[in-house]
């Protein structure tokens, strides 16, 4: 049993000991038939929320008006207990206007699914299935509670939870469910956008990825939420450098070689090439995409942007986006750009992205791996060492304010990376000399 489980299982017991009745609910009993560890474990009951506030001493409010109450047990957790509900009409698409609480049996009527809708009651270890849920469990499949097509109306989020339930279990949605999910796709778009994002990076970072894409392209979801992403399909791209098919195949591929991603290397996989769709050229006799990294890169801090993505999420997105193609030639890179490269704060996440890339192309890793060996060989170094040199020395040398400070200091710097320069005297001596010759040269300063 986990932690989660035996504090739900003390709420239960004090709740019963107080005459309720009182039950583990929804996903973690779920899991737990499944032989999944539950640590999400939610309390369903008949004690209306006053009753469970009075009862334990630690609890807080997250929505009272739905029956949910927090309680901060003695084992450290927060579960969340809600009173049995029955759910009246539902007025935008997504929340019902009323709620009245029931029994347990209505309040499983309610739920979503009828593998979410399963109450657990740990004194006489029995299951309660009033929808048929464990027969759906078995036949592996994710099945609406009641009429779906009403089911989704109701609650158009459902159809997102229903692919990523889909593809957490491995399970295939029932025929009638589907049918309705087909038929009310499009409706999604009246999701708020947080939402969205949410359950489509709890997609990209679960079990499956690939399939829940697959699953909602043939829907009609992603249509409706990444157009950009449904348009990678049919991209057709040079076989020699991508045996694998068209540039969707190659990012499902990618997603389905992730290990354990985070969300942000997961949407840097996701949108990695969907700069390509926008750049598609064919000349001399080849399909060609040039500069799709930086378009890409716009693209991406769109679309991310438009999903209310926080501001961190977009930029390292971004950065990974455009920077992709760079890895391409790494093992003849200049000392000097190799070292900005593996000092970029985004290097690690890249350099995952780069290996996925590969992996689901041609499967060569030879940069990947001259790039650890990079790794280890500057593992004691500092990513980059100080400068040798700054503006102030090249002021007193004489030069005057201007673009011209920021070349010559790039100047020094990629020969202090190249291992060109000993130290700061050395530096001093090639801006000195530098200088003295474009005064020559010219008669005067070389700002101009
Ligand atoms: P997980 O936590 O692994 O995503 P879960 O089944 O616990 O899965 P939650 O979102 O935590 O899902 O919701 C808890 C339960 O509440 C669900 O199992 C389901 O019974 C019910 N539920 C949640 N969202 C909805 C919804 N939109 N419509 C109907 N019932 C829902
Ligand atoms: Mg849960």
Not at 239 to 251: A, I, N, Y
Not at 373 to 400: F, I, S, T, W
Not at 422 to 447: M, P, T, V
């Amino acid at each position: 049993m986990t932690v989660e489980e035996k504090a739900a299982d003390g709420l239960i017991e004090g709740l019963c000991r107080a005459g309720f009745t009182a039950y583990r609910v929804g996903g973690a009993v779920r899991d737990r038939l499944l032989g999944y560890p539950a640590h999400d474990v939610d309390v369903a009951t008949d004690a209306p929320p006053q009753a469970v506030r009075e009862l334990f001493p630690n609890t807080y409010s997250v929505g009272e008006s739905f029956g949910v109450i927090i309680v901060h047990t003695p084992e450290g957790v927060d579960v969340e207990v809600a009173t049995f509900r029955k759910d009246s009409e539902y007025a935008d698409g997504r929340h019902p206007k009323e709620v009245g609480f029931s029994d347990s049996a209505t309040d499983a009527r309610r739920r979503d699914f009828t593998i979410n809708a399963f109450f657990y009651d740990p004194r006489r270890v029995v299951v309660l299935d009033y929808t048929g849920g464990m027969a759906d469990l078995r036949g592996g499949v994710v099945r609406a509670v009641g009429e779906a097509e009403g089911r989704f109306r109701e609650d158009h989020l459902r159809m997102l939870r229903a692919v990523r339930f889909a593809a957490a279990l491995g399970f295939s949605l029932e025929t009638e469910t589907e049918a309705a999910l087909r038929r009310q796709a499009a409706a999604i778009k009246r999701i708020s956008s947080e939402r969205v994002m949410q359950e489509l990076t709890r997609m990209l970072t679960g079990c499956r990825p690939a399939y829940a894409l697959r699953m909602l392209e043939e829907y009609g979801l992603l249509e409706a939420v990444l157009p950009e992403v449904a348009g990678l399909r049919g991209v057709e791209q040079p076989p020699q450098f991508h045996p694998e098919g068209d540039v969707w195949k190659h990012t499902l591929l990618m997603l389905e070689k992730m290990a354990m991603p985070d969300p942000v290397l997961a949407w840097s996989v996701l949108l990695h090439d969907i700069g390509k769709p926008l750049t598609h050229e064919y000349t001399d006799g080849r399909d060609r995409f040039p500069n799709h990294a930086p378009r890409g890169a716009e693209a991406t801090g769109e679309i991310l942007k438009r999903l209310k993505a926080s501001s961190r999420w977009v930029e390292d997105t971004m950065a990974a986006v455009e920077n992709h193609m760079n890895f391409m030639h790494v093992t003849q890179m200049r000392k000097s750009t190799l070292r900005r490269l593996l000092a970029r704060p985004t290097f690690p996440l890249e350099l995952e992205l780069h290996r996925l890339d590969c992996a689901a192309s041609h499967a060569k890793l030879d940069g990947y791996c001259y790039l650890l060996d990079k790794l280890a060989e500057l593992a004691d170094q500092p990513q980059l060492p100080p400068p040798l040199v700054n503006g102030h020395d090249l002021l007193a040398m004489g030069q005057k304010p201007g673009p011209k400070i920021g070349e010559l200091l790039k100047w020094i710097e990629d020969l202090q990376l190249n291992g060109e320069l000993e130290d700061r005297e050395q530096a001093l001596g090639r801006l000195r000399d530098f200088i003295e010759e474009e005064k020559a040269s010219s008669g005067e300063g070389i700002d101009d």
